[in-house]
């Protein structure tokens, strides 16, 4: 077994499930009049921008989550090959962190969730 691969993997799926929750506790809740989707907008941010901005914010949750299970699912392969998936779970990490890393200034916390992500998976594929 892999366990960088492993642990990587568990990573994106925690990172997905708080990225979710507290966006929801935090954000969105304040945004709702009690469906499921968010509709209330304040200028200038329209009802069908507060519902795309809804349906991105889980969407990022949910590619966490796939890359998670491509990263369990290579933990547990004899020998895992450093493939073009692997490559691209670490530069859309990689990416991503950069980007929420700057775009907040630091201040918030999944620039360092997304880079553990990219290192442990780059490590992995090395020592295979």
């Given at each position: 077994?892999?366990?960088?691969?492993?642990?990587?993997g568990?990573?994106?799926?925690?990172t997905?499930?708080?990225?979710?929750?507290?966006?929801?506790?935090?954000?969105?809740?304040?945004?709702?009049?009690?469906?499921?989707?968010?509709?209330?907008?304040?200028?200038?941010?329209?009802?069908?921008?507060?519902?795309?901005?809804?349906?991105?914010?889980?969407?990022?949750?949910?590619?966490?989550?796939?890359?998670?299970?491509?990263?369990?699912?290579?933990?547990f392969?004899?020998?895992?090959?450093?493939?073009?998936?692997?490559?691209?779970?670490?530069?859309?990490?990689?990416?991503?962190?950069?980007?929420?890393?700057?775009?907040?200034?630091?201040?918030?916390?999944?620039?360092?969730?997304?880079?553990?992500?990219?290192?442990?998976?780059?490590?992995?594929?090395?020592?295979?």
């Amino acid at each position: 077994m892999q366990n960088l691969y492993l642990v990587a993997g568990v990573v994106s799926i925690l990172t997905g499930i708080v990225h979710s929750v507290f966006g929801e506790r935090l954000i969105f809740r304040h945004l709702r009049d009690g469906g499921l989707v968010p509709a209330l907008g304040a200028p200038p941010i329209r009802e069908r921008h507060v519902r795309i901005i809804w349906a991105t914010w889980h969407l990022g949750s949910i590619f966490g989550w796939a890359f998670a299970g491509v990263l369990i699912r290579l933990a547990f392969t004899p020998a895992p090959p450093t493939s073009l998936v692997v490559v691209a779970i670490v530069f859309a990490n990689l990416g991503g962190a950069i980007l929420v890393l700057v775009g907040t200034k630091g201040r918030h916390p999944g620039w360092v969730a997304l880079l553990a992500v990219a290192a442990l998976t780059w490590v992995a594929a090395s020592a295979a």
